[in-house]
T-cell receptor
Framework: KNQVEQSPQSLIILEGKNCTLQ??????????LRWYKQDTGRGPVSLTI?????NTKSNGRYTATLDADTKQSSLHITASQLSDSASYIC??????????????FGKGTKLSVKP | NAGVTQTPKFQVLKTGQSMTLQCAQD?????MSWYRQDPGMGLRLIHY???????DQGEVPNGYNVSRSTTEDFPLRLLSAAPSQTSVYFC???????????????FGPGTRLLVL
């Protein structure tokens, strides 16, 4: 069964610190992996998209890595800011050929950045 | 561009009532989707559309209807609301098939629905 597991479920860090969020998936055949940021009460916003051949993708202070062999991805946040407080959702696309690419959503990691 | 807009932001219904959640986008996107988000669960696809006049079911379509008469609008209809439909509903759109390697999906701000 195609699944996307994220850890930890929640995380509290101090402003200015770094953190890493994990995503493990069992999706086959793999197409791509996305990380979204969802602020409380808002819709998800895309941070990065990585295909099979990409190991790392950065978006400002956000750096995503992908190990397609072990089926693991991580999202590293550098020098955290209060505005980084949000849920971070890992989404894996399966290459089924369907019209919507068969997206499998993780449950998200809720990050709280404290002053 | 306003992006993806949804109305209402919040709605309370009684069991058995019907209502329509509105979704509109001004990016000329062909692909639009409706998701629901429940606590402790990932987003789940309800219905989607690949263009005006074409819709299809997602993972959890029961109790919901959709239609797509224009490229811009994709309303979601609850036929007879049930407490199990209490959730946050997100509409999303993209230029091309989601899951394509470079395709970005844009989400609306969501509609929070409470069914009593």
């Amino acid at each position: 069964k195609n699944q996307v597991e994220q850890s930890p479920q929640s995380l509290i860090i101090l402003e200015g610190k770094n953190c890493t969020l994990q995503c493990n998936y069992t999706v086959s055949p793999f197409s791509n992996l996305r990380w979204y940021k969802q602020d409380t009460g808002r819709g998800p916003v895309s941070l990065t998209i990585m295909t099979f051949s990409e190991n790392t993708k950065s978006n400002g202070r956000y750096t995503a890595t992908l190990d397609a062999d072990t089926k693991q991805s991580s999202l590293h946040i550098t020098a955290s800011q209060l505005s980084d407080s949000a849920s971070y959702i890992c989404v894996v696309s399966a290459r089924y050929g369907g019209s919507q690419g068969n997206l499998i959503f993780g449950k998200g990691t809720k990050l709280s950045v404290k002053p | 561009n306003a992006g993806v807009t949804q109305t209402p932001k919040f709605q309370v219904l009684k069991t058995g009532q019907s209502m329509t959640l509105q979704c509109a986008q001004d990016m000329n996107h062909e692909y639009m989707s409706w998701y629901r988000q429940d606590p402790g669960m990932g987003l789940r696809l309800i219905h989607y559309s690949v263009g005006a006049g074409i819709t299809d079911q997602g993972e959890v379509p029961n109790g919901y209807n959709v239609s797509r008469s224009t490229t811009e609008d994709f309303p979601l209809r609850l036929l007879s609301a049930a407490p199990s439909q209490t959730s946050v509903y997100f509409c999303a759109s993209s230029y091309d098939r989601v899951g394509g390697d470079w395709e970005t999906q844009y989400f609306g701000p969501g509609t929070r629905l409470l069914v009593l």
